[in-house]
T-cell receptor, first 109, second 114 residues
Framework: DAKTTQPPSMDCAEGRAANLPCNHS???????VYWYRQIHSQGPQYIIH???NNETNEMASLIITEDRKSSTLILPHATLRDTAVYYC??????????FGTGTRLQVFP | DTGVSQDPRHKITKRGQNVTFRCDPI?????LYWYRQTLGQGPEFLTY????????KSRLLSDRFSAERPKGSFSTLEIQRTEQGDSAMYLC????????????FGSGTQLSVL
């Protein structure tokens, strides 16, 4: 079973920030938080990962709470092409990543 | 990099037939993974390789399923005596190592068993 809990769906207006929450209350000290997304009919695409500190790359920002029990993925300026299923995953490394059902993000004009 | 390549993109077969899928990982990636995804669900881990060695198999991988990576480069996934329940998207991914890094996924092979 997935170790994370995500809302099944969210909407976001184009150009606004999309904030996708994830709960991982049973995360252990050596487990990372990974985010992937999957656009219809394609394989999942890596977005970002982090351990304790907040992380930012060209795609998104990852905010991890101090107790590490939850995190938020932020897409700063959502576009229509960001419409996808977003998966939050916790794990020590890339072996056997356990995907849940994710959050279906719909970006509307 | 040229990305992870999977072939074929689509496969339709009759129940009881054998099918084989191929995955070409990103060159110099040591790790190769197979996942399966059914409609409305996230990908489920099946197995992974470190070079040519198959290090782990999920209990989802019944004895009708076999995967190989003979020279540590491309991999094949064979399903014998296919069943309708095998209908799914079969995804391949690769990474440089097994550490906390990104997986690169292919576009998958969509299998339909009639």
């Amino acid at each position: 079973d997935a170790k994370t809990t995500q809302p099944p769906s969210m909407d976001c207006a184009e150009g606004r920030a999309a904030n996708l929450p994830c709960n991982h209350s049973t995360i252990s000290g050596n487990e990372y938080v990974y985010w992937y997304r999957q656009i219809h009919s394609q394989g999942p695409q890596y977005i970002i990962h982090g351990l304790k500190n907040n992380e930012t790359n060209e795609m998104a920002s990852l905010i991890i709470t101090e107790d590490r029990k939850s995190s938020t993925l932020i897409l700063p300026h959502a576009t229509l092409r960001d419409t996808a299923v977003y998966y939050c995953i916790v794990g020590q490394n890339t072996d056997k990543l356990i995907f849940g059902t994710g959050t279906r993000l719909q970006v509307f004009p | 990099d040229t990305g992870v390549s999977q072939d074929p993109r689509h496969k339709i077969t009759k129940r009881g037939q054998n099918v084989t899928f191929r995955c070409d990982p990103i060159s110099e990636h040591n790790r190769l993974y197979w996942y399966r995804q059914t409609l409305g669900q996230g990908p489920e881990f099946l197995t992974y390789f470190q070079n040519e060695a198959q290090l782990e198999k999920s209990r989802l991988l019944s004895d009708r399923f076999s995967a190989e990576r003979p020279k540590g480069s491309f991999s094949t996934l064979e399903i014998q005596r296919t069943e309708q329940g095998d209908s799914a998207m079969y995804l391949c991914a690769s990474s440089r190592t097994g550490g906390p890094e990104k997986l690169f996924f292919g576009s998958g092979t969509q299998l339909s068993v009639l």
